[in-house]
């Protein structure tokens, strides 16, 4: 079974820096990404249709973080998987700093601060897959980049709280079966709670990286 990649690669006509593309993202937060329109009303925040013009890149993280987070080698066919890559490892970071069974203020207060926390980008010392992404060209383009990855932080520490926290109390229960078979691994999770469904896949590294 191959690793999933982005439906974001048929998006030519975006900006670009280095490699990373800027797409537009549904979200509130300030900075350099074009604003989606808001889910509708009716609309379920958790299982978005792709088809919906809402629809966006990290919608699309957070629904392949599962799946993709078993694989050890990606092969990059775009710019738009590189921010696929690049938010599946932020996932993985935020998993970390969340303990099972914490309350939904205490796992807010986590997500955020790992949001806001000082970060690398490409062409940093300190960034982990220089190797695979081009630095900005120059002091402008490096802060646009930063001011938009920013906006992929904090806007995907929320979107991940809400699905560990569905109920907006604290772990809720449900009922699930389901299999990965990828990277010659199976998961099978019944009857778990929801952070535990996602904390279960904290000690896997996509690509074997971290941010």
């Known amino acids: 079974m191959p690793a ?4 974001f690669l048929q998006d030519t006509d975006v900006q670009l820096i280095g490699n990373i593309p800027l797409l537009p993202l549904r979200t509130r937060t300030r900075g350099p990404a074009y604003a989606l329109p808001a889910l509708p009303a009716d ?4 299982d978005v249709d792709p088809d919906s013009e809402s629809y966006d890149p990290l919608d699309e993280v957070l629904s392949l973080f599962r799946a993709n987070t078993f694989f050890r080698n990606f092969e990059i066919k775009g710019p738009a998987d590189r921010l ?3 938010g599946i490892l932020f996932v993985s970071e935020c998993l970390g700093k969340v303990r099972a069974g914490v309350g939904v203020r205490d796992a807010e207060k986590a997500l955020i601060n790992t949001a806001l926390d000082q970060f690398s980008i490409p ?3 300190s960034f982990p897959l220089n190797q695979a992404f081009e630095a900005p060209r120059d002091r402008s383009d490096a802060e ?6 920013s906006q992929v932080r ?6 991940l709280l809400q699905r560990l926290y569905p109920s907006g ?3 809720s229960k449900v009922s699930r079966r389901i299999e990965f078979e990828a990277g010659g691994f199976e998961v099978l999770a019944i009857g778990t709670d929801e952070m535990q ?3 279960s896949f904290t000690k896997r590294k996509f690509m074997g990286k971290s941010l």
């Not at 999933?4 to 439906?7: C, L, N, R």
């Not at 904090?154 to 979107?159: N, P």
């Open 4 to 7: 999933y990649h982005s439906i």
């Open 169 to 171: 109390q604290g772990p």
């Open 84 to 86: 696929l890559i690049y």
């Open 144 to 149: 646009t980049l930063r001011q938009y990855l």
């Open 154 to 159: 904090q806007e995907l520490a929320m979107r």
């Open 123 to 125: 062409g940093d010392a």
């Open 197 to 199: 469904w996602w904390l």
């Open 43 to 46: 609309a379920n925040p958790l």
